[in-house]
């Protein structure tokens, strides 16, 4: 991103998602974290308009900006008062004709349906933990434990306490019929893999690279219950679990592991058809690494793993963001033809 002919001639729409509904603090972050983005790309040469959406009308929002001229850095998690609708707006750019960062709708829409990604990663030969979807509160022949609990078609650690780690029958029971009440929706019950936790970023199209995996170290905690990122890991400061997980980059790994550890994040990434970045999660187990999760679009806010991975390898902040502008300019009409 040193040479200003990279993206010279087109203006990088910074689209992000802010809400009323949330408190003070979360919307102020929100704010903060696209200024810092902007300042990135700013000092990289590039030409950058923070766009911030706080209703559901996106196309409104955008009716000022011609597709030719842009390209959207699309940070943008939903459209405002619209749960899951992470598909919606890239739906909406794909209609209006813009070329943006990161995977396509029916990517995003896979990723939210956690038991389609099992089936996919399966299909493609990669391990997933044993799983299966509940959707009455009848575990009825399960007996494999402990076992975790999630929510069917969430993100975020959305409906992860410690209370979704269950060890008997019972406990599966109360759980599942805690997320079918609680979430309206199926529960995805799985072997809770107590091992290791990496979440590793990808970015790339045909010729994918992996950055080095960070490592979620819950050894502050005995209790395999409190073993797991939780929602309040992610988003509590203050709370046990945001203050007492460690994140550890790159993590400490044989060759070997590490050598594996990537192909089976690849694996992931190519079998769901991410495009442009991606994060996967995964535990090793008795030299297996399990896949967990699979996070299209996933979250590159300044103090998040991905950035810190990219830091370890290298990469600027500023570098980071410039790269995935420049993955997404290969596709744009104009700027695309110019490339070779």
Known sequence: MS????HSGFKVLLLYNLNFTWPADDLAAAQRDALIAREALVEKGCTVEVVALWDADLAGRLREYDPATCIVLNICEELPGVPRSESRVTEVLETLGFTYTGSPADVLVCSWNKAQVRRLLERH????PRWRVFRTAQPDGWDCFPAIVKPA???CSVGLT??????TPAELARRIDYVLATFRQPALVEDFIDGREFHVGLWGNGNVETLPPAEMDFSAFADPRERLCTYESKFCPGTPHYERVEVRVPAALSPAEANLLERVSLGAYQALGC???????????DGIFYVLDVNPNPDI????SIVEAACVAGYSYGELLGRLIRLAAQRHPLFGRHRH
Do not use: Q
Request: hydrophobic content about 30%; cysteine-free; aromatic content about 10%.
């Open 125 to 128: 030969g990669l391990p997933v």
């Open 301 to 304: 806010s300044p103090d998040t």
């Open 3 to 6: 040479s200003n002919s990279h």
């Open 162 to 167: 410690t209370d979704a780690v269950v060890f």
């Open 153 to 155: 078609y969430e993100h």
């Open 275 to 285: 495009r442009d970045y991606a994060r996967m999660d995964l535990r090793m187990r």
